[in-house]
């Protein structure tokens, strides 16, 4: 079992910048791509950007040249630097981890194999 939770998120306005972690503890030993989806009110969850062990990445097109992904893997902690927030970029985000262990960042993206979500933080971004 895999135990993922969220922090940072919060209440910022259109072009401010916020920072989500996600700290994952249980059998951490398996993980391999960990990522980050959001979901809006009334919207499907959505992929806003992916990661392996080895720090390749993948990102939705929404969020390009404005996100961030990154890892500690020492700390077992995924972050995600937001900057030049919009409106639309409200939702509840998610943390997860995909079961596959030999997995890319794309794949992740694109056909995602999730095995552990966690709880999800809100962000809302006021125009």
């Known amino acids: 079992q895999v135990q993922l939770v969220e922090s940072g998120g919060g209440l910022v306005q259109a072009g401010g910048s916020l920072r989500l972690s996600c700290a994952a503890s249980?059998?951490?030993?398996?993980?391999?791509?960990m990522g980050w989806y959001r979901q809006a009110p009334g919207k499907q969850r959505t992929l806003v950007a992916t990661?392996?062990?080895?720090?390749?990445?993948n990102y939705a097109d929404s969020v390009k040249g404005r996100f961030a992904i990154s890892r500690d893997n020492a700390k077992n902690t995924v972050y995600l630097q937001m900057n030049s927030l919009k409106p639309e970029d409200t939702a509840v985000h998610f943390c997860?981890?995909?079961?596959?262990?030999?997995?890319?960042?794309?794949?992740?993206?694109?056909?995602?194999?999730?095995?552990?979500w966690g709880k999800g933080t809100l962000v809302t971004v006021s125009s």
């Open positions: 990661i392996t062990s080895g720090g390749t990445t």
């Open positions: 997860a981890v995909d079961g596959r262990p030999h997995t890319t960042a794309q794949a992740m993206g694109s056909v995602p194999h999730i095995t552990y």
């Open positions: 249980g059998s951490i030993f398996s993980i391999n791509a």
